[in-house]
């Protein structure tokens, strides 16, 4: 019933976006620029919603709330984690709210959930945590500032073969960035020599990692290559650790998300010695990112940046940059062409929005996870610049 009352509501709020006729930016010149802000601030993947509204308040206490003579307003919404509320939170907030630019995407399901109605409202949506490569396909308007999980799991496929580890376990949460991690993983490790010996795939409410850890264990391959969501990174390192899978011998790789640094110094020695392949690091060492790790943990009390945060924080500077390039004006044609092709450092190192896809271009690194002074943290060792989405490389 809920399910079919939420349906009836996304079905209204498409008629009244038809008969808008997109007319979100008609909003008279003198209001404020809303930009209506979608994560779960609650539930199994609050950390990603603390992130990124951290990451988001920071950027705008910083660059000021006003950009090209307009006040920029955020209207955060809590749509829980992977459920059906940001289809009705999207349409409220064209809708009722008049927000110019969605923001936000904790999770793909959400993402995909929301791509019609950007289409529709021609409200720009900027993706600033989901990873799945499709996203971006699925309408016009949409730009990312987060990543695509191929980008980094090709690499860490061609790494592993590369560096010895010839025979792996692949252990991915069963939804679609875990199956694009596991799909690109073994692609580019099997061209380079490796051989995947499993694929595994837990569920992504309430995983139990446990029986699935127990399989890697009996299978004794070279490596285990782990996605799970962020959020998730602590419960497979403690069952990792029950199962005794520390002393087996199985080198731990994957993409960066198991590793997350808002919460690695809690994962114990266990961790130590993991390989991942990721875009942030919040031990990247440059000045930009030395200072964004030190302003943010000012701004929380304490709390270390992880990769979710820049998506949030790149996420407000392509907002603010669109509206620079087009004068302050809200159409939503003009903010995502101006959008197209922008290129900027970041504390993760150097990125820019491929003007033909809207997708993020940016370095992957390979890391390992070391104690670091006294603190667990994922450390950079070699660099591939400038990696495209290899989901939209052609052939
Ligand atoms: C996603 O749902 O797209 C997602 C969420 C968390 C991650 C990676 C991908 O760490």
Known sequence: MERRQALAGIAAAAATLAMLGGAAGGAAAQDAVKVGLILPMTGPFASTGKQIESAVKLYVQQNGATVAGRKVEVVLKDDTGPADTTKRLAPELIVNDKVSVLAGFGLTPLAMATAPLATQGKVPMVVMA????????RSPYI???SFTLAQSSAIMGEWAAKNGIKKVVTLVTDYAPGHDAEKF???HFAAAGGTVAAELR???QNPDFAPFLQRVKDAAPQGLYIFVPSGQGAIVMKQFVERGLDKSGIKLIGPGDVVDDDILNGMGDAVLGTITAHFYSAAHPSPKNKAYVEAFKKATGGMRPNFMSVGGYDGMHLIY???RKT????????????????????????ISIDPETREIVQNVYIRETKRVDGEIHNVEFATFQAVKDP???KK
């Open 391 to 393: 989901a939209k490389v």
């Open 321 to 323: 940059e669109a509206l």
């Open 143 to 145: 730009a990312r500032t």
């Open 185 to 187: 993983f073994k692609e």
């Open 130 to 137: 989901a990873g799945t490569s499709v996203i971006t396909e």
């Open 327 to 350: 004068g302050g004006k809200t159409d939503g044609d003009a903010l995502i062409a101006a959008m197209k092709g922008t290129a900027w450092e970041s504390p993760r190192g150097p």
């Open 202 to 204: 837990v569920p992504l």
